[in-house]
């Protein structure tokens, strides 16, 4: 039975899902876009807003919270210097995902997750 487990487990282990929504929450910070399927997106989307909501603070232990999810030096500085102040005044719902459709291989439900306010 399930009862109480929260969180999703994509048929993976626990270090294959942490280092899976780590590079997943990274390339989202870096390119502010990316396809993927449905269920990984979903399960990322809390943990890729509560970093935009660290960056927002600013303070140094906040920068080191959002070091141990982040795999790239250079995306934690982007985060912080770029991407906190753009959402300053916003309270949350800093992400959007867009239905693409089936994915060729296994009709695996395929959407793209961006950052809402996207500098083009």
Do not use: C, Q, W
């Amino acid at each position: 039975m399930r009862h109480r487990m929260a969180g999703r487990s994509l048929g993976r282990d626990k270090d294959h899902r942490r280092a899976l929504f780590r590079n997943l929450i990274t390339e989202l910070l870096r390119h502010e876009r990316i396809e993927t399927t449905e269920a990984k997106a979903k399960a990322i989307r809390a943990d890729a807003e509560k970093m935009i909501t660290l960056a927002k603070r600013g303070d140094i232990h906040a920068r080191r919270l959002a070091a141990r999810t982040i795999t790239d030096p250079d995306v934690t500085k982007k985060l912080f210097e770029k991407l906190g102040p753009r959402y300053k005044e916003r309270a949350g719902g800093y992400t959007r995902l867009f239905k693409v459709g089936p994915r060729l291989g296994d009709a695996a439900p395929v959407v793209i997750m961006e950052l809402v306010d996207r500098e083009s």
